[in-house]
């Protein structure tokens, strides 16, 4: 284990599994407390246990994010107990994956519930956490976005729209806590080989053959690039999108 991150709070929605695990993983590995946080308290469970076996720190959090304000506050709460103070690290990393639909399939409920999870809990997440950050004078906000938050795709309107809205809350944010030592990033990863997402390989063919590196990223390459902006390394990032695509944002 190595020590970037010795004796900092991290709090990572979405982490009893995919991409938001690793990130928990990864970011205790590097020292963190970590707050682990989902609706499933037993794989959140089994998160916060592997990474004890190894030597880190991690708590579950129980909250479903769809809950709104109540919920939310709740969770910000526990995560400001277990820290004693202000985070120093936040990762907004949950979010509904929709499978691809025609928008006119789109039924209300589901615009509903996708941007209550992927949009607004972020939102008061952050306008609960970055403040206490803000007036200690120092603190890390990470946003999970996505390649599909970067460029149209058809079929994927609502799912687009709401890791585009992602994007746009981190330069608002970026602006509005760096010049109280709050850094706020993004990192938009493409096609990342979670057990779910690997299930959908036949799908996502086409779309990695266009990759320039012209394989998937793993859930552990994009959360290196969190820790990343995470720690000192990353001292005078702002605003930045780090994207773990292969190269594929950029052709
Ligand atoms: N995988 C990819 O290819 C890919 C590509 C680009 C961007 N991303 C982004 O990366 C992030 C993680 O994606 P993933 O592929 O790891 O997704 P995933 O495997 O579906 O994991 C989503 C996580 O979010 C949690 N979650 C979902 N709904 C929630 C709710 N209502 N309240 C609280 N937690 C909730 C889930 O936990 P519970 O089930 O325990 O609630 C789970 O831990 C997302 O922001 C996604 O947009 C993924």
Redo the contacts with the bound molecule.
């Keep these: 284990m190595s020590a970037r991150l010795q004796g900092r709070t991290a709090l990572v929605?979405?982490?009893?599994?995919?991409?938001?695990?690793a990130v928990a993983r990864a970011l205790a590995a590097e020292g963190a407390h970590v707050v682990v946080?989902?609706?499933?308290t037993a794989?959140?469970e089994k998160v916060v246990a592997s990474i004890a076996e190894r030597g880190g720190q991690a708590t579950f959090v129980q909250?479903?994010?769809?809950d709104g304000l109540p919920a939310v506050t709740a969770l910000a709460a526990a995560a400001h107990r277990l820290a004693g103070g202000p985070l120093d690290i936040l990762v907004n990393?949950?979010?509904?994956?929709i499978e691809p639909r025609p928008t006119a399939e789109v039924e209300e409920d589901l615009i509903d519930r996708a941007l209550a999870?992927?949009i607004k809990?972020a939102f008061l997440l952050t306008g609960l956490v970055a403040p206490a950050m803000a007036e200690r004078g120092s603190g890390a906000v990470i946003n999970?976005?996505?390649?599909?938050g970067l460029f149209g795709l058809g079929g994927s309107a609502l799912y687009s729209t709401t890791?585009a809205a992602v994007h746009s809350l981190t330069k608002s944010w970026a602006d509005e806590y760096g010049p109280s030592g709050v850094r706020v990033n993004t990192v938009?990863?493409?096609?990342?080989?979670?057990d779910?997402?690997a299930a959908m390989a036949d799908y996502l063919a086409p779309m990695i053959a266009a990759i320039p590196s012209r394989r998937?990223s793993t859930?552990e390459e994009?959360a290196a690039a969190v820790v990343f902006l995470a720690g000192d390394d990353a001292a005078n990032i702002h605003g930045a999108t780090l994207s773990v695509d292969g190269g594929r944002a950029a052709v």
């Design positions: 929605t979405g982490s009893t599994g995919g991409i938001g695990e946080s989902g609706r499933d794989r959140g909250a479903d994010l769809a990393n949950a979010a509904m994956l999870v992927n809990a999970m976005g996505s390649i599909n890791k938009a990863p493409g096609p990342t080989f979670t779910k997402i998937p859930p994009v």
